[in-house]
């Protein structure tokens, strides 16, 4: 019995470690990296509380060092996807009833675990399975991640506290209650905070989860597995089951007590699921609410005012940190013809610094790309540029030999239509198209329409007339929209992220925007002294 209305601390983003040269930080964290190395982590699926080991196994290897393997994954089949629904609706009842300053309590205990008994691991985890710089694991899997569930009990305490009016005689009230059902939480490899908000934001409102990682994250996703419920996280909340995504697709979909699919990665899986849940509507108990952040097509777009420094500092920036891998990740750019040449030679300045390689070795700016698939689609790109007369490889180039490394690669597209300057690709190629600097209106209009996605954008301008203009004309182009910054880097609490179009359904993660679409709200009505009336008085003819 909770006789207390109480207050969640004060949400805060996380600081961010520098890990400079002497410091504790980076002698701890060059520790973990050489135990962690030296292992093979054997990971089991978790259902109901129990670790489960299967006969189906996939090898997990440093993307860097791609003969090197560092976890064996156990991967669910059918059967385990089916225990895995019973788990989570077994678990709900209890779950759903506990008080919230209960579940909410164990979310921030796994934030605080993060940042410090666990900070090293995680990073080490992080960069090692999914080929991170130190600071890109540090501001993913250490502090955005602890920025979600911070931020997210601070906002599900918002959300609870929203009350209807009341008039005289007469108590409204509101209780946001969890969905009717499960949720399933599909996660990308990309970034650890995202593989752990996803099935954690459905949970702090009361749900119970399904979490299939993705298989080329699974050595950081098991370690956070492990911390939650080292937190306190009861059996059966949250089920780990790495697996194929297509039996998730054909096992866990259509159940009728699916209640939820929260998702983050590519815009045809979203699509496909979507369609799945659509053949199936039919069978469902409610209507499953789907979420999904999908693919992007970034832009930076210069005016003639740009500053060139900061313009070119962004170009290299926002395309080529984590090698391009962000959902954010700078793509494509439209660049006036007047400083193109000025721009293209700062970048070739900051590039000619940039070391790719080995994660472990701190003084590289880019590591390698996830996995072989991910390698030959990206090569695609580069070769059919090469070949193409309609574009030009201005510098880049490839080598799968030790790990799968792609360097930083710039092509310019001789027209803007051309497939790199419109298509996903996902690693670290940027393409520029050079316009006249007299048809900024007309090539807004293309950055606007030319590719299906609507993720984030950046312009660049020093003309405040100008910027007013740009941002209105590409006012449906980005759900993050940047002016003089790079289009990555959204900070949790700060710039709350998601985009529309192909892009997503724009729920913003890490805000109550998302929170409220994992809960089903019922409105109570209390009369104090009930009417005895039937009749009205102006059914009196006196
Ligand atoms: P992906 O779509 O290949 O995989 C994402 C997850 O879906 C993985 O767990 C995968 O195993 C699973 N999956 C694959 N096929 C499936 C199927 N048929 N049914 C169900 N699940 C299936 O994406 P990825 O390579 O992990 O991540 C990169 C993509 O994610 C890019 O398109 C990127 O733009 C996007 N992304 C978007 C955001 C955002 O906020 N908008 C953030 C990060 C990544």
Redesign the pocket.
């Known amino acids: 019995m909770s006789n207390g209305i109480f207050s969640v601390p004060k949400d805060y983003n996380e600081p961010i470690h520098s890990y400079l040269p002497g410091s504790a930080e980076r002698d701890s964290l060059k520790a973990e990296l050489d135990r962690q190395s030296a292992e093979i982590v054997d990971i089991p699926l978790v259902i109901g509380g129990r670790e489960i080991f299967t006969d189906s196994v996939k090898d997990v290897v440093m993307p860097h060092d791609h003969r090197h393997v560092i976890a064996r994954c156990s991967i669910a089949g059918e059967a385990e996807l089916k225990a895995a629904i019973d788990a989570a609706l077994e678990a709900k009842g209890k779950w759903q009833a506990m008080p919230f300053e209960h579940r909410a309590a164990i979310f921030l205990k796994i934030a605080d675990l993060l940042t410090t008994k666990y900070r090293a691991a995680i990073n080490a985890a992080t960069m090692l399975g999914q080929s991170k710089t130190v600071f890109q694991a540090e501001i993913d899997s250490a502090c955005e991640l602890a920025d979600f569930f911070r931020f997210n009990v601070a906002n599900a305490q918002t959300i609870y506290s929203q009350q209807p009016n009341n008039s005289v005689g007469i108590w409204n009230r509101v209780e946001y209650r969890p969905l009717d059902g499960f949720v399933v939480a ?6 650890t905070s ?1 593989a752990g908000n996803l099935p954690t934001a459905p949970a702090l409102m009361g749900n119970t989860v399904i979490w ?5 994250a699974v050595h950081s996703n098991y370690l956070l597995m492990k911390i939650m419920i080292e937190a306190g996280l009861p059996a059966g909340v949250i089920n780990f089951v790495p697996s ?3 039996d ?2 054909k096992y866990v979909l259509p159940h009728p007590k699916m209640a939820g699919f929260h ?8 699509s ?2 979507w369609s799945t849940v659509g053949q199936n509507i039919r069978t469902y108990e409610s209507y499953p609410r789907l979420v999904g ?4 097509k970034d832009f930076i777009f210069a005016h003639n005012t740009a500053d060139v420094k900061a313009l070119a500092a962004a170009m290299v920036r926002g395309a080529y940190e984590y090698q391009g ?3 954010s990740a700078a793509s494509r750019a439209f660049i006036p013809a007047s400083i193109w040449d000025e721009t293209l030679a700062a970048v070739k300045e900051h590039v000619s610094k940039i070391k790719v390689g080995d994660v472990r070795d701190f003084t590289n700016f880019m590591g390698a790309v ?1 996995d072989r698939a ?1 390698f030959d689609n990206i090569k695609g790109y580069i070769d059919r540029a090469a070949a193409s007369p309609d574009a030009e490889v201005l510098f880049g180039s490839y080598d799968d030999s030790v790990g799968y490394f792609v360097q930083p690669t710039l092509i310019l597209a001789k027209k803007p239509d051309y497939e790199s300057m419109v298509k ?1 690709i ?1 690693g670290p190629v940027l393409t520029v198209y050079v316009y006249d600097d007299d048809k900024l209106d007309e090539t807004l209009r293309i950055c606007d329409t030319a590719s299906p996605y609507g ?1 984030t954008g950046a312009i660049f301008a020093q003309d405040r007339y100008v910027i007013a203009h740009m941002e209105a004309a590409l006012s449906g182009a980005a759900g993050n929209f940047y002016i003089n910054d790079k289009p990555t880097g959204a900070v949790v609490g700060q710039q709350p ?3 529309s179009r192909a ?2 359904t724009n729920d913003k ?1 890490g805000s109550t925007l998302n929170l409220y679409r994992w809960i089903s709200p019922r409105c109570i009505k209390e009369t104090f002294v009930p009417s005895y009336a039937v009749s009205y008085p102006y059914m009196s003819e006196k």
């Open positions: 599909i996660t990308p490899f990309n970034f995202i299939k990682p993705s298989t080329t194929r995504g297509v998730v697709s998702f983050t990665g590519s815009t045809e899986v979203f496909g699921v952040e999908t693919g992007g891998q962000k959902c996830i991910s996903e996902f993720l992220f998601g985009g892009s997503g993660a």
